[in-house]
T-cell receptor
Framework: EDKVVQSPLSLVVHEGDTVTLNCSYE??????LLWYKQEKKAPTFLFML????IEKKSGRLSSILDKKELFSILNITATQTGDSAIYLC?????????FGTGTRLQVFP | DGGITQSPKYLFRKEGQNVTLSCEQN?????MYWYRQDPGQGLRLIYY???????QKGDIAEGYSVSREKKESFPLTVTSAQKNPTAFYLC???????????FGDGTRLSIL
């Protein structure tokens, strides 16, 4: 059975802190792994990772995939209050996304 | 503006009633998906369709039905057989394993 585990479930930090969000997975027919940010409504796409060891970067956010150890991390440096959200990890099993429960990040000023 | 439109934003269901959630996309995507999200949980797949006039059950299809008569539209009916329908419902399109799925803004369904 496909499984995605995200940790921690919840994280509270102050502005300026750096955070690391973890995602481990067991998925048959793995094709890629996606990270999404969800505030109040629609999840918004952050990264798609297909190859091990290649870091994807967008501003203060970066992510990397390890296909041998079956995990991915999402790093956020110099956090801001606008980073407060649920971060969802979702590997593809063929053409279906398998979502973890998410990590709720709260950033306080 | 390209995107996915879900309506209504809020919906209330009476006992024994079927309700239909609308999802329309103008992104020219073949694949469309319906997810359910409960508090503290991730998204769970209800139904998906990879082509017009064809759809497959996801992990929690019981009590739901769908149709895919047009490429742009993938409505979800929550039937009276779904005993715990209160949740946030998200529609998505796109995604072929090497492309991201894009989401609508969701419909929040509650029981009256």
């Amino acid at each position: 059975e496909d499984k995605v585990v995200q940790s921690p479930l919840s994280l509270v930090v102050h502005e300026g802190d750096t955070v690391t969000l973890n995602c481990s997975y067991e998925v048959t027919n793995f094709r890629s792994l996606l990270w999404y940010k969800q505030e109040k409504k629609a999840p918004t796409f952050l990264f798609m990772l297909t190859s091990s060891g290649i870091e994807k970067k967008s501003g203060r956010l970066s992510s990397i995939l390890d296909k041998k150890e079956l995990f991915s991390i999402l790093n956020i440096t110099a956090t801001q209050t606008g980073d407060s959200a649920i971060y969802l990890c979702a590997p593809y099993n063929t053409d279906k996304l398998i979502f973890g429960t998410g990590t709720r990040l709260q950033v306080f000023p | 503006d390209g995107g996915i439109t879900q309506s209504p934003k809020y919906l209330f269901r009476k006992e024994g009633q079927n309700v239909t959630l609308s999802c329309e996309q103008n992104l020219n995507h073949d694949a469309m998906y319906w997810y359910r999200q409960d508090p503290g949980q991730g998204l769970r797949l209800i139904y998906y369709s990879q082509i017009v006039n064809d759809f497959q059950k996801g992990d929690i299809a019981e009590g739901y039905s769908v149709s895919r008569e047009k490429k742009e539209s993938f409505p979800l009916t929550v039937t009276s057989a779904q005993k715990n329908p209160t949740a946030f419902y998200l529609c998505a399109s796109g995604g072929t394993g090497l492309q991201p799925q894009h989401f609508g803004d969701g419909t929040r369904l509650s029981i009256l």
